[in-house]
T-cell receptor, first 115, second 114 residues
C-alpha cells in the first residue's frame, strides 16, 4: 500500500510552547488528510479533515485555534498544537487519501508529551 | 447516524485457537466497513474492508470477516491465533457527512497466550 509518514514519531515539549507535527504522503498525492487523536487505551477520535488548499473542517469540540492544521500541498499536512498543556499529551495519527472514494492510509503516529 | 460498536474491550485466546472479534454496525445505507490492526506506538494497518461486493472478505495475515446484514455484524475471525496477532483491533465505518470520513469503534485488545 501507499506510504504516509509522520514526523516526529515522539516529541516532548514544555508547557506553553507550540509543537508542529508533519504528515507526508510519500508516493501519492493526498487531496484529503485526516488528523486523529488517540488517548491511552482508547479509540481514535477524528479531530479534523483537511483538503489541499482549503481550510480544515474541525469536528465538534475540537478547538481550531488550539490545533492549527495546514494542508498547503498535495503531499504535506501539518498539525500545530499551540500553547501546549499537559492535557494535550496524546498520540496523534494522520491519514491521507488520494481521492473521495479511495482508501485512506495511516501514518505511524506521533507521541506528544507536554511537561 | 452511522457507527460501529465493538463488543469486548479485551479478548484472550490461546495460541492456535480461533480468534473472534465482534463488531456491529448501525447504518441506514449500505456501509463500507473496515478492520484495522494497531501495534503498540504505531499507526493503523488495514486488515480488510467490505465495500458491498462479496460478503465474506479475506484480508491479510489470515484474517477474514463476514458481512451479515440480518445481524448488522462484521465480525473478524482467524482460525488459528499466533503470538504475533496480539495487538489492538479496530472496526471502522466510512460515513459521508459533508465528505467521507472514517469513524472507529472503541477497539478490542487481543491477547494471545502461549
Amino acid at each position: 500500500g501507499a506510504v504516509v509518514s509522520q514526523h516526529p514519531s515522539r516529541v516532548i515539549c514544555k508547557s506553553g510552547t507550540s509543537v508542529k507535527i508533519e504528515c507526508r504522503s510519500l508516493d501519492f498525492q493526498a487531496t484529503t488528510m485526516f488528523w486523529y487523536r488517540q488517548f491511552p487505551k482508547k479509540s481514535l477520535m477524528l479531530m479534523a479533515t483537511s483538503n489541499e488548499g482549503s481550510k480544515a473542517t474541525y469536528e465538534q469540540g475540537v478547538e481550531k485555534d488550539k490545533f492549527l492544521i495546514n494542508h498547503a500541498s498535495l503531499t504535506l499536512s501539518t498539525l500545530t498544537v499551540t500553547s501546549a498543556h499537559p492535557e494535550d499529551s496524546s498520540f496523534y495519527i494522520c491519514s491521507a487519501r488520494a481521492g473521495m472514494d479511495t482508501e485512506a492510509f495511516f501514518g505511524q503516529g506521533t507521541r506528544l508529551t507536554v511537561v | 447516524a452511522q457507527s460501529v460498536t465493538q463488543l469486548g474491550s479485551h479478548v484472550s485466546v490461546s495460541e492456535g485457537a480461533l480468534v473472534l472479534l465482534r463488531c456491529n454496525y448501525s447504518s441506514s445505507v449500505p456501509p463500507y466497513l473496515f478492520w484495522y490492526v494497531q501495534y503498540p506506538n504505531q499507526g493503523l494497518q488495514l486488515l480488510l474492508k467490505y465495500t458491498s461486493a462479496a460478503t465474506l472478505v479475506k484480508g491479510i495475515n489470515g484474517f477474514e470477516a463476514e458481512f451479515k446484514k440480518s445481524e448488522t455484524s462484521f465480525h473478524l475471525t482467524k482460525p488459528s491465533a499466533h503470538m504475533s496477532d496480539a495487538a489492538e483491533y479496530f472496526c471502522a465505518v466510512r460515513v459521508n457527512t459533508g465528505g467521507f470520513k472514517t469513524i472507529f469503534g472503541a477497539g478490542t485488545r487481543l491477547f494471545v497466550k502461549a
